[in-house]
């Protein structure tokens, strides 16, 4: 790849021209250098058990550039094809830069605020000084969260004040296509007391693309009482790098979802933290995911008990073909506090072909007796007897194998609370075992095109919440 004149290192130097060109106050520049200072430190894992697959989310920095340029985008030619026209309450980010942004009156009457990081730190200052001085996503913990806080040139915040009810999803569209340089982000969702919100982010590669970079930042904060609901849909093209460094914290008698759907880039390496820090809170994640041809994917998910009487879950599934890879680390941790606490992770892959490969590495560190977590975990290849029933009915392979596919995401798919991420969800997937892409606004336009309604949805019950028990 031929780097531009715009593009220019990640050293200091692009720390602070990409600052000053964004004329952000003095302090969150020091912020900016603090997080590269420990980006420059620290190693790709720091975590010993976890050692040995670092370099299956490796990738060439020096491929991708950092650019203080803004990328000029034109809303109707640069989003044709991801819009149906019927949007509303969504921003729209092309590259690093905020195309679009509209939040009906109703709301904004409310309260609710959605806004791109610029305006942000313009209009809420103060808020905003506090998030980035008191990060959930630390950057002195990996190297990539550290990444993302000090070369961030987008993202957004959420705001939802107190009592406040969004039942129809908020929604942040980023679509990539051939970036100057990285596009790399930082977000902030912030519900107070009561409140309850859905929001929907989406990642997309146009056609034609060149090879880029995404990195972002999610911080997710629930007030005493609150309901979030929270998903995230992958979608870049197979020259796409995405990191992704994701915290959920739940507050006394809250309760939090995160929902995510993996299916595209190169290489992807994600990390979810659920901090259960409020008593009665109850936080769940649902992580899906479906590779193909040499997709390297690295997830790591941790629910982390600081509260008494919470509840956390976390469920993951994935299908690998080709030559994919895959590595899932999750740990459950229970502090001495935290009585009466309740916990449960799993991972379960599906091997297509036997030149693909999974890995599990499930954990658990408990310091109070009076709690109950779970953990389980599966690889495994398709079952030929499963098959061969299938096809005793009259099912192709192709057929048979796809109906096992689609069956073994149900357990975790139908769990997923958000009917949009939910139904889109299947309909990607369906998309990806054909070799297509598919959008939500795909989705949408085949369904007003055949006047389809979407099923009630029943929940699978998941057997292996039955097994690996642990008092």
């Not at 509260?307 to 001495?336: N, W």
């Given at each position: 790849m031929t780097v531009s004149q715009s593009e220019v290192a990640f050293d200091e130097g692009a720390v602070r021209s990409l600052s000053a060109s964004l004329s952000e106050p003095a302090w969150l520049t020091e912020a900016r250098l603090a997080a590269f200072?420990?980006?420059?430190?620290?190693?790709?894992?720091?975590?010993?058990?976890?050692?040995?697959?670092?370099?299956?989310?490796?990738?060439?920095?020096?491929?991708?550039?950092?650019?203080?340029?803004?990328?000029?985008?034109?809303?109707?030619?640069?989003?044709?094809?991801?819009?149906?026209?019927?949007?509303?309450?969504?921003?729209?980010?092309?590259?690093?830069?905020?195309?679009?942004?509209?939040l009906d009156e109703g709301l904004k009457s409310k309260g609710v605020e959605l806004l791109s990081m610029q305006e942000a730190l313009t209009r809420r200052e103060p808020l905003m000084r506090e998030l980035l001085g008191k990060r959930l996503v630390d950057p002195a913990g990996d190297k990539y969260a550290a990444f993302a806080a000090?070369?961030?040139?987008?993202?957004?915040?959420?705001?939802?004040?107190?009592?406040?009810?969004?039942?129809?999803?908020?929604?942040?569209?980023?679509?990539?296509?051939?970036?100057?340089?990285?596009?790399?982000?930082?977000?902030?969702?912030?519900?107070?007391?009561?409140?309850?919100?859905?929001?929907?982010?989406?990642?997309?590669?146009k056609e034609g693309s060149t090879p880029a970079l995404v990195a972002s930042n999610l911080e997710v904060r629930?007030?005493?009482?609150?309901?979030?609901?929270?998903?995230?849909?992958?979608?870049?093209?197979?020259?796409?790098?995405?990191?992704?460094?994701?915290?959920?914290?739940?507050?006394?008698?809250?309760?939090?979802?995160?929902?995510?759907?993996?299916?595209?880039?190169?290489?992807?390496?994600?990390?979810?933290?659920?901090?259960?820090?409020?008593?009665?809170?109850?936080?769940?994640?649902?992580?899906?995911?479906?590779t193909d041809g040499k997709q390297r994917y690295d997830f790591e998910s941790n629910l982390l008990h600081n509260?008494?009487?919470?509840?956390?879950?976390?469920?993951?599934?994935?299908?690998?073909?080709?030559?994919?890879?895959?590595?899932?680390?999750?740990?459950?941790?229970?502090?001495?506090?935290?009585?009466n606490s309740r916990s449960y992770l799993a991972h379960h892959a599906l091997i297509l072909e036997r030149t693909a490969k999974s890995d599990a590495i499930p954990g658990l560190e408990i310091d109070n007796n009076e709690v109950k977590a779970t953990h389980s975990a599966s690889v495994a290849q398709i079952d030929e007897e499963q098959l061969f029933y299938l096809m005793a009915r009259g099912l192709s392979l192709d057929e048979a194998r796809r109906m096992v596919v689609t069956g073994f995401f149900e357990p975790v798919l139908s769990r997923v609370p958000i009917?949009?991420?939910?139904?889109?969800?299947?309909?990607?997937?369906?998309?990806?075992?054909?070799?297509?892409?598919?959008?939500?606004?795909?989705?949408?336009?085949?369904?007003?095109?055949?006047?389809?309604?979407?099923?009630?949805?029943?929940?699978?019950?998941?057997?292996?919440e039955r097994h690996y028990k642990y008092r």
């Open positions: 200072r420990a980006f420059t430190s620290l190693p790709a894992e720091t975590n010993p058990l976890y050692t040995k697959y670092a370099s299956l989310s490796g990738f060439d920095l020096a491929k991708f550039g950092a650019s203080p340029e803004r990328t000029r985008v034109d809303l109707r030619q640069f989003f044709g094809g991801y819009l149906t026209g019927k949007e509303k309450n969504i921003i729209l980010q092309g590259n690093e830069t905020e195309v679009h942004s509209e000090a070369f961030f040139n987008g993202g957004s915040l959420v705001f939802v004040p107190k009592g406040t009810v969004v039942d129809a999803p908020l929604r942040r569209m980023v679509v990539v296509g051939s970036p100057k340089g990285a596009v790399i982000e930082q977000n902030f969702v912030c519900a107070e007391g009561d409140s309850r919100l859905v929001f929907l982010e989406e990642f997309y590669s629930g007030g005493p009482g609150s309901h979030l609901d929270y998903s995230s849909i992958q979608l870049l093209d197979e020259q796409a790098v995405f990191l992704s460094n994701r915290a959920v914290r739940t507050a006394d008698s809250s309760t939090a979802t995160f929902s995510s759907l993996s299916l595209g880039a190169s290489v992807s390496r994600c990390r979810t933290n659920f901090l259960l820090d409020g008593r009665g809170s109850l936080a769940e994640g649902f992580e899906l995911f479906f509260s008494p009487d919470s509840t956390g879950a976390t469920h993951a599934r994935g299908v690998l073909k080709g030559e994919s890879q895959s590595v899932y680390k999750g740990m459950i941790k229970i502090v001495g506090a935290a009585k009917e949009q991420t939910r139904e889109g969800a299947r309909f990607m997937i369906e998309g990806k075992w054909e070799g297509r892409k598919r959008s939500l606004a795909d989705r949408e336009a085949l369904l007003a095109e055949t006047g389809e309604t979407v099923p009630e949805a029943k929940q699978s019950e998941d057997i292996f």
